[in-house]
């Protein structure tokens, strides 16, 4: 039986004693009513800047700023990972979709930490062009998703292609760093003009995000080795997975942002677990890339014709199976569930049997739990699961499937 190093469990046990801790001294609570009055009042005397900004609608500037936020946002990296894994640049992909995990889980934490507003609408005009839009526009402000993200992903990009390059110089650093830099700017620019964030909104995403990536280039060496030659690590993964369902702030009203958590630690689990098992196969750095006579561009839309209908697939049949396990096996273990939208028959009410032998269960989950609610959402368990087995695909079903293809 493989051992499990002490580093391992010392992790699960910080992380399960601040849930306790927060939990009991009402942490994010108290860190609220600090911080919320303070944003609060800078995204009202904000407002006078929006306005100003917005003064030069244009159509034109309403379908730019629209479509930068389609490119930089959580949906376009979903769909845009897999086709880099499929591209051959492989350590790249699986670095950048841990860190899009992480940027998610942090950001949308501070988020419900902190739930302070969006400018008000009105008098701020507010374009949602898209469904994904909409949803954002339902999270709280502080701080950007998208200036956050933009900062921390194409900076990696940019230290990935730099330490790659063979001919290195210092107009080349320049001009990388300048082009970074212009992206931000226009994404932040677009935000507030599009009057989905104050300005104190995105100094806080541009502040995070630079203190994220500098962590990031830090500890990137060592999240990689551990990946793909450490011990334990597919179920270190899904015990730190499970536990980061539960270590997230209680939102002073509930929005969509703990779903896009919870969907996008479902992606990490799935991607760090078929790496770990595929690695030698698929994953190592000697694999074919494309612009390469190993990988022609048509062989690589041969990988996306096959690859894409695959995952959607194995995500429709993860979400079904899901459906029907995760409420049997709950309800098995007395443990009472709720469903808000995956399962119709548990909307609006708590499974299993009212009699008092089932209440004192339902106290004892809440109990290890550690949360104050009479039932569980299932939906976060179907959620999970299903952006799980979406991500392992990515990376092991889709990647066995060219094997056998010659692809």
């Not at 899009?100 to 400018?119: E, H, Q, T």
């Not at 609006?348 to 104050?372: N, R, T």
């Amino acid at each position: 039986m493989e051992s499990i190093p002490m580093w391992q469990g010392v992790s699960i046990c910080v992380i399960v004693s601040w849930i306790v801790i927060s939990s009991t001294l009402n942490v994010t609570q108290k860190l609220r009513s600090f911080t919320q009055p303070w944003v609060s009042r800078h995204v009202l005397t904000g407002t006078p800047l929006i306005l100003q900004i917005q003064k030069f609608q244009h159509g034109f500037l309403d379908a730019l700023f629209s479509g930068l936020s389609c490119v930089v946002s959580v949906p376009f990296y979903t769909a845009f990972l897999p086709l880099l894994f499929w591209s051959g640049h492989v350590r790249l992909a699986r670095q950048m979709t841990l860190l899009m995990a992480f940027c998610d889980y942090l950001g949308n934490c501070i988020k419900d930490s902190v739930s302070a507003p969006r400018p008000s609408c009105p008098p701020v005009r507010r374009v949602t062009a898209t469904k994904d839009e909409k949803e954002n526009a339902m999270e709280y402000g502080l701080p950007s998703s998208h200036t956050l993200n933009t900062v921390c992903l194409s900076g990696y990009l940019l230290h990935y292609v730099l330490s790659y390059a063979h001919n290195r110089d210092a107009v080349m650093i320049l001009a990388g760093v300048g082009m970074v830099c212009l992206l931000v700017a226009l994404i932040g620019t677009g935000r507030i003009y599009l009057g989905m964030h104050s300005l104190v909104d995105i100094i806080g995403g541009l502040a995070i995000g630079l203190a994220i990536l500098a962590f990031w280039l830090t500890m990137h060496e060592y999240v990689d080795n551990f990946i793909v030659s450490g011990q334990n690590v597919t179920p270190f993964w899904a015990a730190l997975s499970l536990v980061l369902l539960f270590a997230y702030p209680t939102p002073e009203f509930p929005t969509p942002s703990y779903e896009f958590h919870t969907a996008f630690n479902g992606v990490a689990l799935g991607i760090v677990s078929g790496i770990q098992q595929t690695y030698h196969q698929f994953h190592h750095e000697d694999v074919s890339r494309i612009f390469t006579p190993q990988l022609s561009i048509p062989a690589f839309i041969g990988r996306m014709l096959i690859g894409i209908p695959t995952i959607l697939l194995v995500k429709f049949c993860s979400k079904a199976l899901a459906k029907w396990i995760l409420p049997v096996v709950s309800n098995t273990l007395g443990i009472p569930i709720r469903s808000t939208i995956y399962v119709p028959y548990l909307k609006g009410s708590v499974s299993g049997k009212k009699s008092d032998e089932s209440k004192q269960l339902g106290y004892i989950q809440k109990l290890l739990f550690f949360s104050h609610q009479d039932s569980f959402d299932v939906d976060t368990g179907i959620r999970f699961l299903q952006y799980a087995g979406l991500a392992w695909s990515v990376v092991d079903l889709v990647p066995s499937m060219f094997s056998q293809l010659s692809l």
